[in-house]
């Protein structure tokens, strides 16, 4: 029952995923809903707990206190944590304590979700170099592109920004989005 129910989530992913590739074809006319935050981060890192866990990585995402509400579309959002979660994972891939943290600070008219990493860093590299398709700051290749410019858009989509954060070691994205 549980693999069912695990490849019923993948299938959904898999279909969310090319409905992303569709985003950016078609209007954006979908009405938005009421979504909770703890529901998105949650179903992210349900997704991503066999990868977490295959590379030993220290993952923390502290439960949410008080609900908090958004106004979006709860596959889409799930897609760009994804998106984000993804590159800090590759990012950790070869440190020995690989560390990856999701702290939520919510205000009175917007929430700022930080994912923090103790990877590579990013090089110096701006917001707009990270978001080109094949733009890599690491040699072997591997790089961040597409799936950040979607998580971008997605993010724009639902009136909020991405921006980088200052951290002394790895990489912090910053993910600000407006409360209900």
């Known amino acids: ?3 069912v129910m695990n ?9 969310a995923i090319t409905g992303q590739f ?6 954006r006319t979908e009405a938005k809903s009421s979504v909770q935050l703890s529901t998105v981060l949650e179903e992210t890192e349900g997704l991503l707990k066999t990868e977490i866990a295959a590379a030993e990585i220290d993952f923390r995402c502290e439960k949410l206190k008080v609900p908090i509400e958004l106004h979006g579309h709860q596959m889409q959002l799930e897609q760009a944590f994804t998106n984000l979660l ?5 990012a950790v891939g070869n440190e020995t304590n690989p560390r990856i943290t999701i702290d939520v600070r919510p205000g009175p008219a ?10 590579s860093g990013l090089g110096g590299s ?3 170099e990270l ?10 290749g591997v790089g961040m592109g597409l799936g950040l410019a979607i998580t971008t858009e997605i993010i724009k989509d639902h009136g909020g920004d991405l921006t980088l954060g200052t951290v002394s070691t790895g990489a912090e994205f910053i993910v600000t989005l ?3």
Do not use: C
């Not at 490849?7 to 279909?15: F, I, Q, S």
């Open 1 to 3: 029952p549980k693999t």
């Open 7 to 15: 490849l019923n989530k993948l299938v959904d992913r898999m279909e």
């Open 22 to 27: 569709r985003y950016f074809a078609r209007a």
């Open 86 to 90: 993804k590159n800090a994972i590759h």
């Open 110 to 119: 917007k929430v700022d979700i930080h994912i923090i990493d103790n990877g």
């Open 126 to 128: 701006s917001l707009s």
């Open 131 to 140: 978001q080109e398709p094949f733009f890599s700051t690491k040699p072997s």
């Open 178 to 180: 407006p409360l209900v």
